[in-house]
Each structure stands twice: as structure tokens, then as C-alpha cells.
């Protein structure tokens, strides 16, 4: 079985599919892995600690698409709306791709790929279970992403994050608020306190208070019902905007006390809900920042643009999209190790094998030999369910 490696062409992306750290996993399994030219260089991988490994390394994209049977990916077309289709001509049926897709949306990219004939997984639907956790690529990249948007917001806030006793007086320590205590939420409370800011974390899910306080934030309680906040396979559901609405008024006394925002909160598939209004921005003290880890889905702040830094009323509000590939290192390696346990779980004595009873396998494809068999694919595109006794 040969796995192929590409280079991403998703703008500023820095990331790779496979670091070499895995591969002797993929030998031992019975794989072999081929690689476009330069497909781990951005991440701080060369060529040459891929060839030490035993991997070859080929002239062309297109030679990869010819010559692997799998196909790993960062962001694969649905993902990668702008370069993505390039790669359509070079699929060929039978081939299988695996990587993020962004299925749920993406719908005509979904449908272009399946006219090649090809099978494909998307790694971001694979279900919140405990067997699929080192599978998590949604983890994984929020882990860097959480820990990174603390970074950016110390970077643009006009002030120090700990306290100091110094002979000039002392600094007080900066106050956080962390909107979502999900993976990048608690990754962004621990790299706060580590950076000794006083913080404070509200989360739709009271279950998380003894993760937050462990962290040493303190918990921001409201009086909301919360019952379906969360489905059954772990993953955020969209809201009524009333219930939004009633959440942006207990929020807006928080907000206003605050040097820095870090907002978390996405719903896979969906527009990311409106959290932090224009009006809350603007009871904020002179050169607080808002960074809205939301922004690739609209933001969870009126006034994001996604991939942009913009001030309004005194606020800097940050944007960012794509942030785990500005760590290409190790959020390559986090993503590596995702997709080769992925993998690894379908392959038995050197083949892969598709089991449709398998939760992970279930859920997590999306097509297969060219038929789009994924229930919330096929719902999201309009299609009738699948017939029983489909691959679905």
C-alpha cells in the first residue's frame, strides 16, 4: 500500500500531513510513502529526513496522484476552496484521499470529487469517542490554536500579563476572559495563568467548571438552560437566538472588565454565533483586545473580519484564521500522529479494509467509490438518505 504526501497549496498554510517521526508505524504496517518535492520544508521537515526514512520523494503532484493509493492532506479541496480543484484532474477512481474536507459545507466540492470515483475520509467528522481521541484532529489543531491566540493577544495588548513587584511600583496583573472551555479555551487558560494573567472562563456547559478552576481561572456562572448544548458525539449544536440573546446580556458586565477576550466558540458546520456585540466592544477599557478563534466561521464578535486586525472604539480585535499552521512544527506532528492512528485502524496485514461497522470508519467517510454515503453530507447537500444496506 503507498501513501502519497503532498504539499499544501492552501495559502499560508505550513503544515504536513506526515512528519517522518511516524513512518516507522506506516513501515511496520506494510506502507510505503512517496512525497511531492518540498511537502514538509515549511513545516521544518527537508526532503532528506524523509528519504533517511525510507520514503521517495517524486518530481510532480501529479506523479503522487499516479502513483499512491492513498492520499493524506492537510486541507484537501472543501478545505482548500481556491487551489484545491487543481487537484481534481490528477484523482483517479478506486484512489482514496484522507485529510480535512470541511464536508458540511464544502457540498460542491464534496459532489466534484466523488464524480473522479474516489474514496474519501474527512478527518474533522471522525466522532468524539474515547477509542478516536488520538484520531482528534479538531483537538489537536485547537490545542495550538488555543495556545497561539494567547500569544497574539499579549502581542497587541498596551500591557503586561503578570504581576510585578518592581521599585517603580507594582503592575497589576491583566484580566482575561476566555468565551468556550472547550480544547483551544483550556489550552488558552493554561498559557494565560502560565503567563500569570487573572482569569476568568464562561463555558455553555456547567460539566466544565472543575476543568476551568483546576486550570486556577475562576468559572463565570449564567442562568441559562443548557440542556442541548451538546450532541450526542461531543460537538457544539447551534443555539435559538434568544438563548444568544440572553447569553449577550449576562455577558456584556463581564466583557466590560476586561483587557483581553479570547473567543472560542464554533459549531461545526455553522456560522459561528455572535457573542460579543458592537456595543459590548465599546464598554471595553482604551487597548483591550479581542481575539476571536471563531473567525474562519464569522467570528463570535460583531466586528471580526476574518484574517484581519482591526481597532474599533479604542479595541483591537484580532482574526485569525488558519492559526494552527503558524506552528507548523509540532501542529504537524500532532496532525501526523491523527491521521496515521487513523489509518492504522483500518489497515490489516498491509491492505486496507473498510469496516462499515466500525463507528470511526462510518463516520467519518464521506465517500466511497465515487457515492456520497455520509447521512450528514447527504442531509446537508439535499440528498435522500442513503437506501439500507448502503456503505452508509
Do not use: W
Not at 165 to 184: D, L, Q, S, Y
Request: aromatic fraction near 4%.
Amino acid at each position: 500500500m503507498i501513501l502519497g504526501i503532498l504539499r499544501e497549496t492552501f495559502p499560508e498554510e505550513r503544515r504536513v500531513a506526515l512528519t517522518p517521526h511516524v513512518f516507522h508505524q506506516l513501515t511496520k504496517a506494510g506502507c510505503e510513502v512517496v512525497m511531492e518535492s518540498g511537502a514538509g520544508a515549511d513545516a521544518g521537515f527537508p526532503d532528506t529526513h524523509y528519504t533517511e526514512k525510507g520514503a521517495k520523494v517524486l518530481s510532480s503532484r501529479a506523479e503522487v496522484f499516479q502513483t499512491a493509493d492513498l492520499i493524506l492532506q492537510v486541507r484537501g479541496l472543501g478545505a482548500n476552496p481556491e487551489r484545491g480543484r487543481d487537484d481534481l484532474p490528477h484523482m483517479r477512481r478506486g484512489q482514496v484521499l484522507i485529510g480535512a474536507f470541511e464536508p458540511l459545507t464544502a457540498t460542491e466540492e464534496v459532489k466534484a470529487v466523488a464524480e473522479r470515483g474516489v474514496t474519501l475520509f474527512a478527518l474533522e467528522l471522525v466522532p468524539r469517542i474515547t477509542r478516536a481521541q488520538s484520531m482528534d484532529i479538531l483537538s489537536s489543531m485547537a490545542t495550538v490554536a488555543g495556545y497561539k491566540a494567547v500569544l497574539l493577544a499579549a502581542n497587541y495588548l498596551p500591557k503586561m500579563f503578570p504581576m510585578m513587584m518592581t521599585a517603580a511600583g507594582t503592575v497589576k496583573p491583566a484580566k482575561v476572559f476566555i468565551i468556550g472551555a472547550g480544547v483551544a479555551g483550556l489550552q488558552a487558560i493554561a498559557s494565560s495563568r502560565r503567563l500569570g494573567a487573572q482569569v476568568e472562563a464562561y463555558d455553555l456547559r456547567p460539566a466544565v467548571k472543575e476543568q476551568v478552576e483546576s486550570l486556577g481561572a475562576k468559572f463565570v456562572e449564567m442562568e441559562l438552560d443548557t440542556g442541548a448544548a451538546e450532541d450526542k458525539g461531543g460537538y457544539a449544536k447551534a443555539m435559538g437566538d434568544e438563548f444568544y440573546r440572553k447569553q449577550r446580556e449576562m455577558m456584556t458586565k463581564v466583557v466590560a472588565e476586561q483587557d483581553v477576550v479570547i473567543a472560542t466558540a464554533a459549531v461545526p458546520g455553522k456560522k459561528a454565533p455572535i457573542l460579543i456585540t458592537e456595543d459590548m466592544v465599546r464598554g471595553m477599557p482604551s487597548g483591550a483586545v479581542i481575539v476571536d478563534l471563531a473567525a474562519e466561521r464569522g467570528g463570535n464578535c460583531e466586528l471580526t473580519r476574518p484574517g484581519e486586525i482591526v481597532t474599533a472604539h479604542g479595541v483591537t480585535i484580532v482574526g485569525p484564521v488558519n492559526l494552527a499552521a503558524t506552528v507548523p512544527y509540532h501542529a504537524s506532528q500532532m496532525y501526523a500522529k491523527n491521521i496515521t492512528t487513523f489509518l492504522l485502524n483500518m489497515v490489516k496485514e498491509g491492505k486496507l479494509e473498510l469496516d462499515k461497522d466500525d463507528e470511526i470508519v462510518h463516520e467519518s467517510m464521506v465517500v466511497r467509490d465515487g457515492e456520497i454515503t455520509n447521512p450528514r453530507v447527504r442531509e446537508a447537500i439535499g440528498l435522500a438518505p442513503a437506501a439500507a444496506g448502503s456503505d452508509s
